[in-house]
């Protein structure tokens, strides 16, 4: 292949300046680590720093953190029934993401950080594994890492792809950089046909890009009835219950200022609270008992009493089960510019959802479920409070809501299908026995 010369500056000049912020990766990963504590181990896989391992075909799937990791998971499970002599290395970035790849699949996938993306980490990582396919959900486009897999002509997919336009502005810091990475890609697998036309505006080839629908609406609903009954035995009867899940820091005051009002309208109401990061859980509990409230935990007392107020679910892996116990949930990430959280585990739930406005990173879910008549949103705080008073007293209105929210979730399935037809051609041969 050609040399580009302009290429070769580019990424020269972009690892150059990696390398010298390098050092900070370390401070960085000291402040997270007084934050979330995992953050203080396991530092030699974010430079790429490994065992001796056995060779044995492998793909290789990158999911950022706990949202991406779920949406895979149907995928990966698939692509290991069809071929269960490969091994998987998963990667993730955040330790909450790490954690969700442990529960699912234990040690029957190998599981690392994602090295930083320097040349020599690349390498490492990609000289150790070995992979024969790689898997990339959503929006994680690095560089180095995208060439190093051309220069080792490892196809690269792009799955589950989306891309806002906030994001397309802020690639388009790096537009030529990133228009050449892209052009290595095999294919982008669009959730939407925006999400396709914005990546054909970042740099890659029309032909590059299909749009297969969104992985998210074949999520994997868990049988939850006796989950249920055992929550609702323990609450002792038929108390109003909301949940407010996926919260951040900036959005916690204005959860307990909801709860406030809430109970005002709704005696004896209980609230289920779910942080969106585990540093979060301790901070959420005090917030609450600073209030006078009777509060529990899930991991200390597992189910809320008939007295509490407030519970708050400290673990993961459980929140779609928890969303089944609630009449109404607030999905977070929504009353700050963070663009919001996944929309749809609510849905296949059959509870009713209200949302903040900030919904960049789900805007064709929010689009499709408001035309539904599966979603309510709130400009702010005190219309988010309106709209869950509405539902906390309208059975039949939240029995509206569930049922398109689930017949939503249901007509929307199928990228699954059209993903493994995509990338099951192309893992890599058997090894003979």
């Not at 020269?12 to 000291?30: D, N, W």
């Not at 307990?256 to 004896?268: M, N, S, V």
């Amino acid at each position: 292949m050609r040399k580009d010369p302009v290429e070769w500056i580019l990424r020269g000049l972009y690892s150059a300046v990696l390398y010298l912020l390098l050092p900070i990766t370390v401070y960085h990963l000291v402040w997270r680590g007084f934050r979330v504590r995992e953050y203080f181990r396991r530092w030699d896989e974010r430079y790429a720093s490994y065992p001796h391992s056995s060779c044995q075909p492998r793909v290789w799937l990158h999911a950022v953190s706990v949202g991406e990791v779920n949406a895979a998971a149907p995928l990966v499970n698939a692509l290991r029934a069809l071929r269960p002599d490969i091994r998987w290395v998963i990667t993730t970035i955040t330790p909450t993401g790490s954690e969700r790849v442990r529960s699912l699949w234990g040690e029957a996938v190998d599981h690392v950080y994602l090295p930083y993306d320097v040349p020599g980490s690349v390498g490492r990582f990609l000289n150790h594994f070995q992979p024969s396919l790689a898997l990339i959900l959503e929006t994680e486009l690095w560089p180095n890492m995208l060439f190093g897999c051309r220069s080792r002509d490892i196809p690269v997919y792009i799955l589950n792809a989306r891309l806002s336009a906030r994001s397309l502005r802020g690639y388009r810091v790096l537009a030529a950089l990133i228009r050449r990475a892209l052009r290595t890609v095999t294919c982008v697998a669009a959730q939407s046909d925006d999400d396709a036309e914005r990546f054909i505006q970042l740099g890659a080839s029309p032909a590059q890009v299909q749009a297969l629908g969104n992985l998210k609406f074949d999520i994997a609903t868990p049988n939850v009835q006796a989950f249920v009954e055992r929550f609702q035995q323990s609450v002792a009867g038929d108390r109003p219950v909301w949940i407010a899940a996926s919260t951040h820091e900036g959005e916690e005051q204005a959860v307990i200022e909801l709860h406030k009002q809430l109970r005002l309208q709704h005696p004896g109401l209980l609230l289920l609270w779910a942080p969106r990061h585990p540093e979060r859980f301790a901070r959420v509990e005090t917030l609450a008992r600073d209030q006078g409230w009777q509060v529990t935990t899930r991991r200390v007392q597992e189910w809320p009493g008939g007295g509490d107020d407030v519970f708050v679910i400290d673990t993961l892996g459980e929140l779609m089960s928890f969303y089944a116990c609630a009449q109404v949930a607030f999905v977070g990430g929504s009353l700050q510019a963070i663009g919001g959280h996944n929309l749809l585990e609510p849905a296949a739930m059959g509870t009713a959802a209200v949302t903040g406005p900030h919904l960049h990173n789900f805007a064709e879910i929010s689009r499709r479920m408001l035309e539904a008549g599966a979603l309510l949103v709130g400009n702010d705080p005190q219309s988010v409070g309106a709209h869950l008073h509405h539902l906390l007293a309208d059975a039949a209105a939240r029995e509206d809501m569930a049922q398109a929210g689930c017949a939503l979730v249901s007509n929307g399935r199928g990228a699954l299908k059209r993903t493994i037809a995509l990338v099951e051609p192309h893992l890599p041969p058997a090894l003979e026995s």
